[in-house]
């Protein structure tokens, strides 16, 4: 049990569909992050949240939707992706946004291939 | 943005050999991260450093805080078989600002 849950753990969708990744987080945190993991590339950081409200966004293109209902569950909605944007989708939470009082824990990802 | 330089990008060692990697930054960091992410998971920490000069152990990992907040190791001593993954390391520049990550060492152990 990590403590950061992620479902589903693979989707394969083509380039026309909707889909969405689910995180969810049982260690009472007040922050979580979505990043993008591709190959022989640094950790990319897309969105975070602080207490259900977005704090950052880096420039991720609008295919990518975030919402984060409460402190708990974090979703990542998908629609129209492109081939580049299959990779590893990581969520992590932390107890704020200051890596002192408790550092990022992640979940084990969503594999995302699109066709 | 600001970056980390990680090295070596991947190493092959013999079981029961010694491993080092590094980070750099061209700029000041208040926190040092180490994870490992082994296939198919997510990185898990390993170490936390959060003050210039420090030195962690975690088993037979050691990491240090360089003493210019710029640069932080890790050792691995007696390597075994299930040290196999990949490390990164991740700084926080400062306060609030999102953690940056390195490019990660791909760690492959011989038995």
């Known amino acids: 049990e990590t403590g950061v849950t992620q479902t589903p753990r693979h989707l394969v969708m083509g380039m026309t569909n909707k889909k969405s990744l689910k995180c969810e987080q049982h260690?009472?945190?007040?922050?979580m992050y979505w990043y993008k993991q591709s190959a022989k590339k640094p950790l990319e950081l897309m969105f975070v949240?602080?207490?259900?409200?977005?704090?950052e966004n880096n420039s991720v293109p609008s295919r990518f939707s975030p919402e984060c209902p409460n402190s708990s569950h974090l979703f990542l909605h998908l629609h129209t992706l492109q081939p580049e944007d299959s990779a590893l989708y990581l969520c992590a939470s932390s107890q704020d946004l200051t890596p002192r009082q408790e550092p990022q824990h992640f979940g084990d990802g969503t594999r995302l291939s699109i066709l | 943005g600001q970056q980390l330089n990680q090295s070596p990008q991947s190493m092959f060692i013999q079981e029961g050999e010694d491993v080092s990697m590094n980070c750099t930054s061209s700029?000041?960091?208040?926190?040092w991260l180490w994870y490992k992410q082994d296939p198919g998971e997510g990185p898990v920490l390993l170490i936390a450093?959060?003050?210039?000069?420090e030195l962690t152990s975690n088993g037979r990992l050691t990491a240090q805080f360089g003493i210019t907040r710029k640069d932080s190791f890790l050792n691995i001593s007696a390597s075994i078989p299930s040290d196999v993954g990949i490390y990164f390391c991740?700084?926080?520049?400062?306060?609030?600002?999102?953690?940056?990550f390195g490019k990660g060492t791909r760690l492959s152990v011989i038995a």
């Open positions: 450093l959060y003050k210039a000069g």
């Open positions: 700029s000041i960091f208040n926190t």
């Open positions: 260690l009472g945190h007040n922050a």
């Open positions: 991740a700084g926080a520049p400062s306060g609030n600002t999102p953690l940056v």
């Open positions: 949240y602080s207490l259900e409200e977005r704090v």
